[in-house]
């Protein structure tokens, strides 16, 4: 992301910027994001590619339960207090998508 920034933050206004100033914008770009906003911006990925591969791929039951217990794992490291919120929205999501989308022999 910071070469990114980078590059859109050193065209600005058509304009070139030092080398000082650049190091200067991707230090306040990256600061931005809190390590927290970061992790769970990462667990909110996880848990639509999870979406996508129940509902949009012809990945076994097994695997997905791979990558359910892997996002559950990450939900309690992410936030333990409240992991009946998650049991309540991710979970019972996972499973309405299992049985809306999965066909069972």
Known sequence: ???ANHKLVAQI???QLSDFKRTWVDYVLNGIMEPNEQAYR???HHADR???LIV???CSD???DIERLHLR????????EKMPLYDM???SRFRRLRQQFRKRP
Request: glycine fraction near 10%; proline fraction near 3%; aromatic fraction near 14%.
């Open 1 to 3: 992301m910071a070469n």
């Open 13 to 15: 206004g058509g304009q």
């Open 42 to 44: 990462n667990f909110r």
């Open 50 to 52: 999870l979406c996508f």
């Open 56 to 58: 949009g791929s012809d």
């Open 62 to 64: 097994r695997e997905i």
């Open 73 to 80: 794992v990450q939900a309690a490291t992410l936030f333990p």
């Open 89 to 91: 929205v991710y979970e």
